[in-house]
């Protein structure tokens, strides 16, 4: 079954998100890893839930056979979803075979990479320093599964696996797995590609944010571009730092109020909403929640708990999100 290929419509200027399975030939560090893949080492190690606050995190050595969740984007052409591809230089002892099945990890076969190279015959060794096009596997459906919000994983089955294994791993169905890949047959193969949908976390961010449709997959966390929730100083990349408040509240970004009630918990929280033309965004939650929360027993029921302040630093360009 390899893998099968899908035609996507799309809106014109609509990427979407997706995720690659792969498992390290070898040791590598991040930044090796995210060459491979052309994208940002950070965005890496958070979509593995590794923690990026350790100096050099980048050069962080990875262990052979770690198996990975590479985030990928497919964008739209002419309403029909690009197919994804990444480019490698070959290097001394290249085979087509090699590049497939062990750098690559069988997320490609040789026969494609012939195919997009346009080379006649498969070499024992290809001239070193050739720059190869890789095509890649990539499914969006939509970013949903049974209308709920998905970030489909491309999975390159392996010896050992059955379908069952896999849907109990990834939090789905045996038969929702077969649905979304298409198959009449409960067999699968090693080296078979098979779309696995991960839960996602949705953001409501609105149209106009910069970061709208945020969607962050279970097991990981994201990094919102373009400003650092951390603390506030001069730079010359803005004349002053966006507000952290939260409109008519005392209350600054991460910021929570709580306050007992004979009915239960009033929880107000100074939420991130988005990032709009070089400002961010806040909004208050209120909530009425049955306990307080903490672990701290209140007996002033007026009494109210709030978080340190959060500002923010512009020459950074990063939040933190966890989902």
């Known amino acids: 079954m390899r893998c099968k290929s899908t035609i996507e419509p799309c809106s014109n200027y609509d990427s979407c998100n997706a995720l690659l399975g792969y498992t390290l030939y070898t040791d590598l560090k991040a930044s090796e890893v995210a060459s491979l893949f052309q994208i940002d080492p950070i965005a890496l190690l958070t979509a593995n839930a590794i923690d990026i606050s350790y100096p050099d995190v980048e050069h962080h050595i990875l262990p052979s056979k770690l198996f990975l969740k590479v985030p990928i984007t497919r964008s739209c052409v002419d309403g029909i979803r690009k197919s994804m591809s990444t480019h490698y230089r070959t290097r001394p002892s290249d085979t087509l ?145 966006s507000s952290m408040r939260c409109k008519n509240s005392n209350l600054m970004l991460g910021n929570v109020t709580v306050q ?17 033309s070089g400002t961010t965004i806040t909004s208050l939650s ?6 307080c929360p903490g672990s701290n027993s209140w007996e002033d029921p007026s009494f109210n708990s709030c978080c340190p302040p959060i500002t923010q630093k512009n020459d950074d360009k990063f939040t933190e999100l966890i989902l």
């Not at 409960?186 to 996602?200: F, K, N, R």
């Open 97 to 241: 075979s090699s590049i497939a099945n062990s750098i690559y990890g069988g997320l490609v076969s040789p026969d494609q990479l012939r195919e997009a190279n346009s080379i006649g015959d498969d070499p024992s060794v290809l001239d070193v320093g050739l720059n190869l096009v890789v095509p890649l596997p990539c499914t969006c459906f939509n970013e949903s599964d049974n209308s709920l919000p998905s970030i489909y994983l491309s999975y390159v089955v392996q010896p050992i696996d059955t379908l069952a294994a896999i849907a109990a791993r990834y939090f789905t169905t045996f038969t929702d797995l077969m649905n979304v890949n298409d198959m009449g047959t409960t067999a699968i193969s090693d080296g078979d590609i098979l779309v696995v949908p991960i839960p996602a976390c949705a953001s409501n961010f609105p149209k106009y944010a910069s970061d709208y449709g945020l969607l962050v997959p279970n097991g990981s966390y994201t990094i919102l571009l373009l400003v650092t929730v951390l603390y506030c100083m001069p730079s010359s990349l803005a004349v002053s730092c």
């Open 260 to 276: 007992r009630s004979s009915s239960g918990c009033n929880v107000t929280s100074c939420n991130y909403d988005g990032f709009v």
């Open 286 to 291: 209120p909530s009425l929640q049955p306990r």
